[in-house]
Every structure is written in C-alpha cells, then in structure tokens.
C-alpha cells in the first residue's frame, strides 16, 4: 500500500491542504423546516433531505497515515474493509461477541498504554480495540508521545521508519491546518479533541501468532471553546489490524482503515464549543479488555 492507494492519498485524491477537507463528500448545514411546512398527511413535519457529512476528519488522518506508510515500507496489502456493513451478507453475531469472557483485564502497561494480552483470540481483540483508542489520541499530534504510542502498539521492526514516515507526515503545516500552533501544541484558550471510542469488534483471521481485527470505532476530533473554526465533528470507520505476537504480546504489523458503517445521525441539540471543552476536560478515556 502506498500513499497514492486507494485511501484518499493519490495525487488526485482530492485531498486538500486543509486537515479537515472533505472527500467525496461536501460540509452541508442542515435546516429544520417549520411545523406545518411540507409535513406528511398525520400533521409531522417533514425531516428535512440531508447530504453525507464528510466522515474523513483528522482521526481518519491519523489511522489512514500510519495505516498507508506500513504498508508502503512492508509492502502489505490492504484490509480487507468493512464485510457485512451493509446488513446484507455476512454472518450474525452470536452472544459471546459481547458477552463478557470471564477472563480478567490487563493489568500490564506499555507506558500509558495496556500490555499483557492473552495469546487468544480474546486478547488479540482487546489488543486491537486498546491500539486503535491510543492511535487515535491526540497524543499523535506531540512528537514525544508519538513515539511512546507507536513502539508501544507496533511491531519492533517497522517502529523506526514508521516513525521517520510520521514526523514527514506530521508537519508544521499540517498541524497548523487541522487548528494547532506548529510546534503541535493548543493556542490558548481553546481545547483539541482528538478520540477514537471502539464500538465492537471482529476476528477476521487467526493462525498461531498471527490475527486480523477488525475494529468498528467512532471518533471525536476538533477545537473545541470560543472562537473556535474548527468544531468537534464525530466519524464512523472500520480500522483494520493485522497483529503479530512479538515478545509476548500483541503488536501491530500493518492496518488499514474504511469509511463507516454509519449510523442515521440523531436530531440531539449540538452542545455549545465551551461545553464540548467541558466534557472533554471533564470524562477520561477508557481501557478495553473482555
């Protein structure tokens, strides 16, 4: 896989210097129509037609970066995307994909990260669900943590070169684009949100010390507080990890990422940008293990 693959990358991408830029999708406000004003015949208002929001945000930058120079310095193939997102093939799932296993959470830490998973299919899941949370932080935007949260989930042998592809990747001006000084920090008086939360998980593929996740996550990303030009948006996307036990635990080979399954979005009241600051400030993130 390479930076002009599929994924949004290529030179005609339609990617733009902007972090937050769509592809093939255009940023739309939605208007609620009065009541009475193209209602149905029972009197209830018509919701009014909506347009796809773009779904490739910053978070989808992050996964979609690592995912694309994995693969181009391992040569490795592409995920193997979302199966069964349409609702109309694929198995369903039984009890045990979200029944709890019994078996204890990781006690372990990797730096800030949880360590320690069972050579199972059980720990391989909760390996992949931790892994896409901490690459989908804001501690990617901060070189430091960055390279604590990369050798941390990645395989030893492609840490290095990853990390070399990923300070190229995060520069300056990109960080200036999605609304950060350059040095990757936050302008005073305005908070970034940067989170990726795992809604379930799949084992696509299991052989000894080898295993495919796939990770069904949405994603909180952008500025939140006043004055703020880039409001926090949430995305759906599907990451997927090909693992390998290396040193008695599970890392991460290469990964890829796809667009949704994505839900009908609600008609909840948008929160104000201070309380948006508030909540993120205020709930911590959370460790995946079952």
Known sequence: MSLGDDN?????????DDGYS???GTRQTRTRLPDGEGGDSYGTPRRPARKSRSLVTVVGVVVLLIAAIAFANMGGGGGKGNDGGSGNSGSKPNSSSTAATGTKPVTGKNGSIPSGFAHDEQGAQSAASNFA?????DGMFNTDTRRSIVQATHDPAVVESLLAA???AYSPGF???VGLNEDGT???GLTFVSRTIPV????VEQSGDTATVEVWCTG????AGQGSTKPVTATWFTISEKLRWVGGDWRIESSSQTEGPTPVNGDNRASTADEIAGAVQGYGGFTYAR
């Open 8 to 16: 949004g990358y290529g030179n005609d991408s339609g990617r733009t």
């Open 22 to 24: 769509t592809i093939g």
């Open 133 to 137: 949370v901490a690459l989908g932080s």
């Open 166 to 168: 990923l300070t190229k």
């Open 175 to 177: 960080l200036k684009n």
């Open 186 to 188: 936050t302008p005073s």
């Open 200 to 203: 379930g998980t799949k084992m």
């Open 220 to 223: 909180l990303v952008g500025m």
